[in-house]
């Protein structure tokens, strides 16, 4: 009989998840274990490169201290993870790691890239006007290991050779609300020799303007994308109420202006155009003022439509002519296409939906990928 077998019946969620550990808590584990240190590399190894789900398939550890961690630990992942594919082939994954709360990852093909776009939080502190995620409230912060595993989630779902080539915390929530789990997650999600060994270059995270904790994405050395959005306090203080008392626009745009100088990490600035709201030729001559000196890079966002808003998104000529203010000032200025709007996968459209009632589930068209594949019923 395989000397595991009774242990592992044993039921999981009495033990301690090692997902849940840190790199340092699994190491003092191993420490106290009385085991070789690089026992610990080889279990995150197990755990994030091979994605395992049971203790037993770690095969490079001997059997007995297979049987030993099997009494005193599991490893717990996401389970009914439901995936909606949108028209253009965006994917959004959906879990509950506590009951009636949703997480939301995108997946993004665009060309040869593949863009995940991670959720810091459920639900989200600031209270944007704009933004789906806002209006639902604050819920929950996610831990290390839950953000850590929709990156999982996502690569499960992934065919060879497809593979993950950018990460942005874009979806729901406040990333630098939540800065040490956050930074957890990065150092997990960056470390090569037994982490997932993304390029922190590849990683960037979208803040609402939380000045005072820019230092500690300079320190992790990832992208920052700063969602602007207005060009004075009036008008921010109107889209952004929370933020912008917090840091009204002067503290915010010198934050930029010293990020942009003290790093070599690219920092974009972020701009949801909202029709007759900020998308005038006025709104982009005060934003190029504003950014005059800052290197940065510039993406414009028309607003992506949701049922409870009152907000429309601008037409395609009056984007383009504020794109090209921006351009003729030398700016790298970029209009985000929207994806994956169908499945309320787009920027500002996550937020929480009832899963039983709003989705329905069908038969994978494809038998390759062995998933199920669900739809998005509207209304
Ligand atoms: N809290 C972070 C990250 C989440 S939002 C932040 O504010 O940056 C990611 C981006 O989507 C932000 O730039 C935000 O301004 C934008 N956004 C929010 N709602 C939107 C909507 N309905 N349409 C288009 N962009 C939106």
New binding site residues.
């Given amino acids: 009989m395989n000397v595991l077998g009774p242990i592992a019946d044993m039921p999981s969620t009495t033990l301690p998840n090692l997902l849940a550990l840190s790199s340092e808590q699994l190491c003092r584990l191993v420490a106290d274990l009385g085991w070789p240190r690089y026992r610990a590399t080889q279990i995150l190894q197990w755990l994030y490169q091979h994605r395992v789900r049971d203790i037993r398939a770690m095969t490079n550890l001997p059997l007995d201290q297979r049987a030993t961690l099997c009494r005193m630990a599991a490893i717990e992942r996401a389970s009914d993870v439901q995936c909606l594919v949108g028209a253009d082939g965006t994917r959004k994954f959906l879990w509950s790691p506590v009951p009636n709360l949703s997480v939301e990852t995108i997946l993004i093909p665009e060309g040869r890239r593949l863009t995940l776009?991670v959720s810091?939080q459920i639900g989200?502190t600031?209270d944007?006007s704009?933004?789906?995620?806002?209006q639902m409230g604050w819920k929950r912060n996610l831990r290390a290991h839950e953000i850590v595993e929709q990156v999982l989630i996502a690569q499960d779902h992934l065919l060879p050779p497809q593979r993950i080539t950018s990460l942005?915390?874009?979806?729901?929530?406040?990333?630098?609300?939540n800065i040490d789990a956050v930074s957890e997650a990065i150092g997990r999600l960056t470390n090569a020799e037994w982490g997932l060994g993304f390029s922190p270059r590849r990683i960037t995270?979208?803040?609402?303007?939380m000045v005072a904790r820019f230092a500690d994405i300079a320190r992790l050395g990832v992208n920052l994308?700063?969602?602007l959005?207005a060009t004075t306090d009036e008008q921010r203080q109107l889209l952004?109420p929370a933020?912008n008392r917090l840091y009204p626009l002067e503290q915010l745009i010198a934050g930029c202006r010293e990020y942009s100088q003290k790093t070599e990490c690219c920092l974009t600035i972020?701009?949801?155009?909202?029709a007759g709201v900020n998308d005038t030729m006025h709104d982009a001559r005060r934003l190029v003022q504003l950014l005059r000196g800052i290197r940065c890079k510039v993406?414009l966002?028309?607003?992506?439509?949701?049922a409870s808003?009152s907000?429309r998104?601008p037409n395609e000529t009056v984007v383009r002519q504020f794109q090209a203010v921006l351009r003729h000032a030398g700016f790298d200025v970029f209009v985000?296409k929207?994806r994956g709007s169908d499945i309320l996968g787009?920027?500002?459209?996550?937020g929480y939906i009832p899963r039983a009632s709003a989705y329905s589930r069908v038969p994978t068209a494809s038998a390759a990928t062995q998933h199920e594949r669900l739809v998005y019923e509207h209304g």
Wanted: charged share 10%.
């Fill in positions: 776009c810091s989200c600031l944007c704009f933004c789906l995620t806002g942005v915390f874009m979806g729901m929530g406040e990333p630098l609300a995270l979208s803040t609402a303007g994308a700063v969602s959005n952004m933020i972020e701009y949801v155009m909202l993406n966002i028309p607003f992506n439509e949701f808003s907000y998104r985000r929207s787009a920027c500002g459209q996550l």
